[in-house]
């Protein structure tokens, strides 16, 4: 079992940044594939970004590709997004996710076995 809990959100003008954190418990994150993801009102949860249990492999959304950063921190058990640039389309709840398999598709949700309980970036224009 692993639980997640992100902090970091707020309200940022467009052209600023915020870094978002998902501290881990449980001595499983070392292991887990890690995920970003977002969701905007009225929309669907979208993927940002991707980052492997060593933290070798990391893949970006178009949309995010070049202005956000994934990181990791085994020892801290804790996954990291820089988000620089932001614009108002930024606007979302942001959620990390977790999973121990090497996922197939690991822009998809149905990857993630688990889930932090999400947190608020606005950004204004």
């Known amino acids: 079992q692993v639980q997640l809990v992100e902090s970091g959100g707020g309200l940022v003008q467009a052209g600023g940044s915020l870094r978002l954190s998902c501290a881990a418990s449980g001595r499983t994150f070392r292991y887990s594939n890690m995920g970003w993801f977002r969701q905007a009102p009225g929309k669907a949860r979208e993927f940002v970004a991707y980052i492997s249990k060593s933290g070798g492999f990391t893949y970006y959304s178009d949309s995010v590709k070049g202005r956000f950063t994934i990181s990791r921190d085994n020892a801290k058990n804790t996954e990291y997004l820089q988000m620089d640039s932001l614009a108002p389309e930024d606007t979302a709840v942001y959620y990390c996710?977790?999973?121990?398999?090497?996922?197939?598709?690991?822009?998809?949700?149905?990857?993630?076995?688990?889930w932090g309980q999400g947190t608020q970036v606005t950004v204004s224009s």
């Open positions: 996710a977790a999973t121990s398999s090497w996922p197939t598709n690991y822009r998809a949700t149905y990857a993630y076995d688990y």
